[in-house]
């Protein structure tokens, strides 16, 4: 069964930046692409960005874009969310996620098929 862990979540201040970690055991992570969602109180959980299980591509939500960078490392078999310039609305529980169909990163939770058990990030104004 395959697992994910994030870390790094933490409070901040408007305008300043934070990275998140996902590590990941159990399953062949080169396979997989991974995606970062969050979810903020009383919200539906939103995908944040992804990337491909060979990096070669990636997405983001409007909102983020410009503003945040996902990346991977095979060999360590784990993925990185560097968040820049934070916005108060950024506040919210932070995931990583896996999905199988590792050629075609996406922002929709129901294609992902393993989940980490998130991480706080709360931004400050």
């Known amino acids: 069964e395959g697992q994910l862990a994030e870390s790094g979540g933490g409070l901040v201040q408007t305008g300043g930046s934070l990275r998140l970690s996902c590590e990941a055991s159990?399953?062949?992570?080169?396979?997989?692409?991974i995606g970062w969602f969050r979810q903020a109180p009383g919200k539906e959980r939103e995908g944040v960005s992804a990337?491909?299980?060979?990096?070669?591509?990636?997405v983001y939500a409007p909102s983020v874009k410009g503003r945040f960078t996902i990346s991977r490392d095979n060999v360590k078999q784990a993925a990185y969310l560097q968040m820049r310039n934070l916005k108060p609305e950024d506040t919210a529980v932070y995931y990583c996620?896996?999905?199988?169909?590792?050629?075609?990163?996406?922002?929709?939770?129901?294609?992902?098929?393993?989940w980490g058990q998130g991480t706080q990030v709360t931004v400050s104004s």
């Open positions: 159990g399953f062949i992570f080169d396979d997989y692409a």
């Open positions: 990337i491909s299980s060979g990096d070669e591509s990636t």
């Open positions: 996620a896996a999905e199988s169909a590792g050629w075609n990163p996406t922002l929709k939770t129901y294609e992902y098929d393993y």
